[in-house]
C-alpha cells in the first residue's frame, strides 16, 4: 500500500504564500502522473497542477502563474507552490500519484485557507 502524507497548509493572507508538500512512501520516478487537487466546500474536487510523465506540466486557468507544482524524485516529494493566494484558493488539497491501472493513490488532503 501506497501511503501519501501532506503537509504545508494552514491559515494565510490574501496575496500570500504557501507551499505544500506530499511525501510518498514509493518511488515518484516513472510516474504516469503526480497531481494536487483541491475541493472547496459545497464543490466538486479539482484539478490544480499536475507533472505528466515526469516532464510535462498543466495548471488550471485559475491558478496558472501564481502556482508551480514540482518534484523531488531523490525525496520522493511533490510540492505545490503557491504564491499571490487569493480567498477563491481556499479548500482541502489533495495530493494524488498514478503509477498506471490499478495505482491511484490520495493523500489526507490538507488545508489552505486564505483570509484576513
Known amino acids: 500500500q501506497v501511503q501519501l502524507v501532506e503537509s504545508g497548509g494552514g491559515l494565510v493572507q490574501p496575496g500570500g504564500s504557501l507551499r505544500l508538500s506530499c511525501a510518498v512512501s514509493r518511488t515518484i520516478f516513472a510516474t504516469n502522473g503526480l497531481n494536487w487537487y483541491r475541493q472547496a466546500p459545497g464543490k466538486e474536487r479539482e484539478l490544480v497542477a499536475g507533472?505528466?510523465?515526469?516532464?510535462?506540466?498543466n495548471y488550471a486557468d485559475s491558478v496558472k502563474g501564481r502556482f508551480t507544482i514540482s518534484s523531488d524524485n531523490a525525496k520522493n516529494t511533490v510540492y505545490l507552490q503557491m504564491n499571490s493566494l487569493k480567498p477563491e484558493d481556499t479548500a482541502i488539497y489533495y495530493c494524488?500519484?498514478?503509477?498506471?491501472?490499478?495505482?491511484?493513490?490520495w493523500g489526507q488532503g490538507t488545508q489552505v485557507t486564505v483570509s484576513s
Open positions: 494524488n500519484v498514478n503509477y498506471g491501472p490499478g495505482g491511484d493513490y
Open positions: 507533472i505528466i510523465r515526469g516532464r510535462i506540466t
